[in-house]
């Protein structure tokens, strides 16, 4: 791959020193011409031969007249740019050529021969370089549409019979950044400027305890700018990020919930307070319960019922009838009151 671009590069020079030579060729004609004019006239006379020496000496300056022009150009991405040449006459243009050196790729070359009407390009494949229009018209180069990768030299030189003439360009490409303004959980404020190109700036409305980070390059060469703004004790509660661009500048504003950052031991206390209240409701609960029982156990106590000599009838029959006094007593006891109805039932029949 090198040696292809250093190849073109070589074949480009060897045209443009043939076009060299043979404008110098033509001007050593235009001067042996000249000389041999003024000797003529030298005999008629001295006057005619200084003013024909100085008209020649003119023409050879002319020849080695040679100009260049730098300029720094930043255009947006995604749009058009064009690259125009140094202006000349164009009837007294031999040779235009357009080099082109991007970041980490080898030179392309683009030339013009107007006595041929022909163009060649050297190494050139980006389709998005052309000439802006016919190149015998207007030799001016466009780029369309812009992208990063077009960071780089562009350099138009024209030969004319008048001489050379350089115009080089040093392109850059801005890539606006995308602006973020958040509150963090610690009452902080985050400004983000990401994926700008160049770096932006980033500016705080109140001023207040700042710190600004740049992340590493991305392999596009982009740059993301992180600004983490803080304001103590003050009791800020409106602010401000502007951010400064080459792209443009802007500006976002929030409104902070709180002036300052929440103390620490508040959060504490916001995180054990309803835990400590979930406790005491769960402690009470358990202490209800276990004093309910105990009372529901007093009362059965106390409600319990004691032996009666009626309950203890059924004991007792049982003794009775198992036992061999009761049933001596029981007959007795049964004889007697026999004994007594019999007594009893004939004044009975007698009243």
Request: proline share 6%.
């Amino acid at each position: 791959m090198p040696c292809t671009w250093i190849t073109s590069d070589l074949q480009l020079r060897l045209i443009l020193t043939l076009f060299f030579v043979a404008e110098c060729l033509s001007a050593g004609m235009e001067g042996t011409k000249t000389s041999n004019n003024s000797m003529q006239q030298l005999d008629n006379g001295n006057y005619s031969s200084v003013s024909t020496t100085s008209s020649m000496e003119r023409k050879q300056s002319t020849v080695t007249l040679y100009a260049e022009v730098k300029t720094s150009l930043s255009v947006l991405v995604d749009t058009k740019a064009v690259l125009t040449c140094p202006p000349v006459l164009w009837p007294s243009v031999l040779v235009v050529t357009w080099e082109i050196v991007l970041r980490d790729k080898p030179p392309c070359f683009g030339a013009y021969r107007r006595d041929t009407n022909q163009t060649t390009r050297g190494n050139c494949t980006d389709k998005r370089i052309t000439w802006a229009s016919r190149p015998d018209e207007n030799p001016a180069l466009q780029v369309d549409p812009v992208a990063i990768t077009h960071d780089g030299n562009y350099t138009c030189q024209i030969v004319t019979s008048d001489g050379n003439f350089h115009h080089e360009y040093h392109l850059q490409v801005l890539v606006p950044p995308e602006v973020t303004l958040i509150q963090t959980e610690k009452g902080t404020a985050v400004c983000k400027a990401a994926a700008g190109k160049p770096a932006a700036q980033i500016f705080w409305t109140p001023e207040g305890d700042c710190v600004t980070e740049q992340e590493p390059y991305w392999g596009d060469g982009t740059v993301t700018v992180q600004s983490t703004c803080h304001w103590g004790s003050r009791h800020v509660l409106n602010v401000s990020c502007s951010v400064s661009h080459l792209a443009g500048n802007k500006s976002l504003f929030i409104q902070l919930s709180q002036g300052a950052e929440i103390p620490a031991h508040l959060k504490n206390l916001y995180i054990t307070a309803p835990i400590f209240i979930i406790l005491i409701v769960v402690g009470s609960i358990w202490l209800l319960k276990i004093s309910g029982c105990r009372k529901c156990k007093l009362k059965k106590t106390e409600h319990t019922p004691v032996v009666q000599e009626d309950e203890m009838e059924p004991y007792a029959s049982y003794t009775e009838k198992n036992n061999p006094l009761y049933d001596i007593t029981n007959r007795v006891k049964t004889s007697q009151v026999l004994q007594s109805e019999v007594d009893a039932s004939p004044e009975v029949t007698l009243l």
